[in-house]
């Protein structure tokens, strides 16, 4: 039960902080790798890891000393100066993408509304689209941010409704469904915009070799892939990028959460100069993007992920997870859908909410988050070991007991 420290700091939550989120009933004061500490001292493991803004773990001996080692010497110039990491961190990042060009942001919708103007300019000025007539595809299901143009396409209603007017120029297919896709492409079409899983969704997965029809059918009928890999990406699939699974090079990466090193936030469209090469000083910015205390941690980050180390340990890991999950299945848990170290448990709903699953997890010492209904989310930091991995395990066959 949680004691009087968690309920005053809940209820001064429930008092001053409005009430666009309905976190479990814990308050975290530390942490350090996969494990959190709560203010009564009480440790869990993290299995959600930020929903991947936490792949390399809490407070990375790394990324914290080049963050502090940056805080001492520059923070912040805006981009009316350079400073001496940003170019260092967009080539580090372009390179690991194999790419020309990086346009850094902050925060992932950021990075996505980034991408729909550079589609949106590229299709103007190199497709030749008449002005104001583009249109993106995206797909059923997805979850690409909160502003006020993703909301717009989202047929989540507890994320769109009641923000309108929205915004044009979005026509949704089925999620996994090349001939929809196909079909609705036009020739006023600049771009496809996809999450190669789908996270919020639920880690849905899409059929095999789909991603790979997307790539030819958007090279042939000329329109921009455009793969958010802002929670699939940077290492949680087992690759850098959830894309490789299928050996698919999208002509737009967009990168977010664990860019930031789970410190600050960091998020970058990455693309040829043919594509980037659409703004001109002045047509788009951010005063925070490309800031040097993100550039410095992001370039961290690269660093870590250029040895290939934590991919490989994700694979290794993420198998140990999906076959212990799958033996869940018939006893409370009706289906499994792993990438990586990266899960979508789908709780018989005759037994129990995500949600309820979620805070029957929480008192066994395990911290994940629910989605839609009785999907329940696991990703834990990639810094896991196998005994970690048997911990969560365990914590789920006790709640299914
Ligand atoms: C695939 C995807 N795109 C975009 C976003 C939005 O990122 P942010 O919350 O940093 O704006 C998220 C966040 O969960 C995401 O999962």
Same mark, same amino acid.
């Given at each position: 039960m949680p004691g009087s420290s968690t309920s005053e700091h809940v209820s001064l939550a429930a008092d001053w902080v409005a009430a666009n989120y309905n976190p479990l009933p814990v308050v975290l004061s530390h942490a350090e790798g996969a494990w959190v500490t709560d203010v009564e001292g009480r440790r869990y493991l993290d299995a959600l890891a930020g929903y991947s803004a936490l792949n390399f773990g809490h407070l990375h001996p790394t990324l914290v000393a080049v963050a502090r080692a940056q805080l001492d010497r520059l923070t912040l110039t805006s981009r009316a100066f350079h400073s001496d990491?940003?170019?260092?961190?967009?080539?580090d990042l372009a390179t690991l993408a194999g790419k020309q060009l990086v346009l850094p942001m902050n925060t992932g919708a950021e990075a996505v509304e980034t991408a729909i103007k550079t589609a949106r300019r590229w299709g103007y000025e190199v497709k030749g689209v008449p002005d104001g007539r583009a249109?993106?595809?995206?797909m059923a299901g997805n979850f690409h941010g909160r502003t006020t143009t993703i909301i717009s396409f989202s047929d989540d209603p507890v994320a769109h409704d009641?923000?309108?007017?929205?915004?044009? %120029?979005?026509? =949704? &297919?089925?999620?996994?469904d090349i001939e929809a896709l196909e079909a609705a492409i036009t020739d006023e079409t600049v771009a496809v915009l996809l999450e190669p899983v789908q996270g919020e969704g639920g880690v849905i997965l899409?059929?095999?070799?789909?991603?790979?029809?997307?790539r030819e059918l958007t090279r042939r009928t000329g329109v921009l892939m455009l793969a958010d890999e802002i929670q699939s990406g940077l290492g949680r699939t087992g690759s850098t990028f959830a894309c490789d699974l299928e050996g698919v090079v999208p002509d737009v990466y967009i990168l977010g959460k664990a860019l930031g090193g789970g410190i600050v936030p960091v998020s970058a469209v990455v693309a040829d100069r043919d594509v980037l090469g659409v703004f001109d000083p002045g047509s788009h910015g951010s005063t925070f993007g490309g800031n040097p205390l993100?550039?410095?941690? %992001?370039?961290? =980050? &690269?660093?870590?992920?250029?040895?290939?180390?934590?991919?490989?340990?994700?694979?290794?890991?993420?198998?140990?997870?999906?076959a212990g999950l799958r033996e869940l299945v018939g006893h409370g848990v009706e289906a499994v859908r792993c990438r990586g170290l990266w899960a979508g448990v789908d709780i018989d709903p005759g037994r129990m909410t995500g949600r309820e699953a979620s805070r029957?997890?929480?008192e066994h010492g395990v911290l994940v988050k629910d989605t839609h209904g009785s999907t329940v989310r696991i990703a834990p930091p990639l810094v896991v070991g196998e005994a970690e991995i048997d911990i969560l395990l365990d914590a789920f066959a006790a709640i299914l007991r």
């Amino acid at each position: 039960m949680p004691g009087s420290s968690t309920s005053e700091h809940v209820s001064l939550a429930a008092d001053w902080v409005a009430a666009n989120y309905n976190p479990l009933p814990v308050v975290l004061s530390h942490a350090e790798g996969a494990w959190v500490t709560d203010v009564e001292g009480r440790r869990y493991l993290d299995a959600l890891a930020g929903y991947s803004a936490l792949n390399f773990g809490h407070l990375h001996p790394t990324l914290v000393a080049v963050a502090r080692a940056q805080l001492d010497r520059l923070t912040l110039t805006s981009r009316a100066f350079h400073s001496d990491q940003l170019g260092p961190f967009c080539r580090d990042l372009a390179t690991l993408a194999g790419k020309q060009l990086v346009l850094p942001m902050n925060t992932g919708a950021e990075a996505v509304e980034t991408a729909i103007k550079t589609a949106r300019r590229w299709g103007y000025e190199v497709k030749g689209v008449p002005d104001g007539r583009a249109r993106i595809v995206v797909m059923a299901g997805n979850f690409h941010g909160r502003t006020t143009t993703i909301i717009s396409f989202s047929d989540d209603p507890v994320a769109h409704d009641h923000y309108g007017p929205y915004t044009p %120029g979005f026509d =949704v &297919v089925p999620f996994g469904d090349i001939e929809a896709l196909e079909a609705a492409i036009t020739d006023e079409t600049v771009a496809v915009l996809l999450e190669p899983v789908q996270g919020e969704g639920g880690v849905i997965l899409p059929p095999d070799g789909w991603l790979r029809d997307v790539r030819e059918l958007t090279r042939r009928t000329g329109v921009l892939m455009l793969a958010d890999e802002i929670q699939s990406g940077l290492g949680r699939t087992g690759s850098t990028f959830a894309c490789d699974l299928e050996g698919v090079v999208p002509d737009v990466y967009i990168l977010g959460k664990a860019l930031g090193g789970g410190i600050v936030p960091v998020s970058a469209v990455v693309a040829d100069r043919d594509v980037l090469g659409v703004f001109d000083p002045g047509s788009h910015g951010s005063t925070f993007g490309g800031n040097p205390l993100g550039a410095a941690v %992001g370039r961290a =980050v &690269v660093g870590l992920l250029a040895t290939g180390e934590w991919q490989q340990h994700a694979r290794r890991l993420g198998a140990h997870l999906e076959a212990g999950l799958r033996e869940l299945v018939g006893h409370g848990v009706e289906a499994v859908r792993c990438r990586g170290l990266w899960a979508g448990v789908d709780i018989d709903p005759g037994r129990m909410t995500g949600r309820e699953a979620s805070r029957r997890l929480l008192e066994h010492g395990v911290l994940v988050k629910d989605t839609h209904g009785s999907t329940v989310r696991i990703a834990p930091p990639l810094v896991v070991g196998e005994a970690e991995i048997d911990i969560l395990l365990d914590a789920f066959a006790a709640i299914l007991r």
